[in-house]
């Protein structure tokens, strides 16, 4: 592994704003569903499963958006979205504390809607900013950030409704959100290479939305769905054991593992095609549920995790690769949807699995599916990623 790549992404124009932009935008994103959570439950008094219905429908609301606002970007330019975002953001997270349950689950979808779509933002500007040959690069600092804000999120949201109150956490992110989006506003970061002012004539749907595309979205839904079920089967496991207390350091030790993949895998000097990542930690998961104690769980789940943000930036990668540039803010969008629909269906399925097996089902069972779905797409005849890659840069090359 080389430290180059990282150098040359780095010396390029505007990549490390965009990057701590990202980042701090990401943070408060990242509390939203264990402060939805915390609140239905300590502030509402209605129970986990109420908390987990909220979470649905605004996980319903950012499936739906991220394709639509990413069509408005690719048509309109980023401030209009950002502009009707963060008004949006403002709006639901202001009034969400002051609402009693169900108004809130009628609003959550329209709050999930309204969302800032901070990841598809960030990989359209970073496809943008970043020529071809130094995206893998770029996209794994991208998805090392995202493990960063996963650390920091979820932890600062939890110190906060404990320590002061569920409504202070939800204005929090509330204005932490709506100060990403007036920056962002201000910045303005570039969703076109050259940033060519005139108007973009569209693509149409069917030159684009290919078979290769369509499987780069569903190892995309496939590898959110393995993290969401692993980190359900996690609790699980330590809760059957005895040893809530050390999910924590469970889950910074995976992510841990997580960043520190994604940092080899950007300094390598080749591409991996994230279908043969997305079925090896899926195979990588499964035996994870023999561990009977925490610190033992911290060793099984480093392999496993070590893959998961080479599998995001990978398809990433390959992603900004297949989509015209004209319609690359509706393909992020896509991707981010594929991404939010995996973590919405692991969860619920690896629960039920759990609930009428053992935790360790949990574990084979996101496995299982991650690489279910990557024995399916390697069957298909559309051309696998590392073709895609290796042929753009025969392009490249002949050029």
Known sequence: MALSP????????????????SLLARIPGSAVGVAITLHVVLSLKEGYGAAGLVTAFATIGMTLSGPLFGR???????????????????TFWFIAPSLPYAALLGTALLGGFMTLPVGATSRQAMAAIVPPEHRKA??????????????????LGVLLATQVSTTVTLVAIGGGLVLSGL?????????????????????????WLTKELVGALAISAG??????????????????????????VVIVVWCLASLTG???????????????LMGVMGLLTIPIGIATDWWWLCLAILPAGALCAPVISATSEWISRLAPEAVRGEVMGLQ????????????PIV????????????????????????LVLMFQRSTPATASVSSAESVRSAS
Request: glycine share 10%.
């Open 72 to 90: 408005l970007v690719d048509r309109r330019g980023l401030r209009l979205m950002l502009v009707i975002t963060t008004i949006g953001e403002a």
């Open 336 to 347: 981010q949807s594929a991404l939010t629909l995996g973590s919405a269906m692991g969860a």
């Open 6 to 21: 990282y150098r040359q992404v780095f010396a390029l124009p505007g990549v490390r704003r965009l990057l701590l932009i």
């Open 351 to 374: 629960g039920a699995v759990m609930d009428a097996t053992t935790p360790a089902m949990g574990f084979v069972t996101a496995g299982a599916l991650a690489a279910l779905v990557a």
């Open 223 to 248: 590898a959110t769905l393995v993290l969401a079920g692993t980190d359900v089967a996690v609790v699980a496991t330590l809760e059957r054991h005895g040893q809530v207390s050390w999910t924590g």
């Open 138 to 155: 770029a996209f794994s600092l991208d998805s090392i950030f995202v493990e960063t804000s996963y650390m920091l999120g979820p932890a």
């Open 183 to 207: 920056v962002l506003y201000l910045v303005n970061p570039p969703i076109r290479s050259g940033e060519s002012s005139g108007p973009v004539r569209p693509v149409p749907r069917k030159e």
């Open 262 to 276: 994604g940092f080899v895998y950007g300094g390598m000097s080749r591409s991996v095609s994230p279908l043969a």
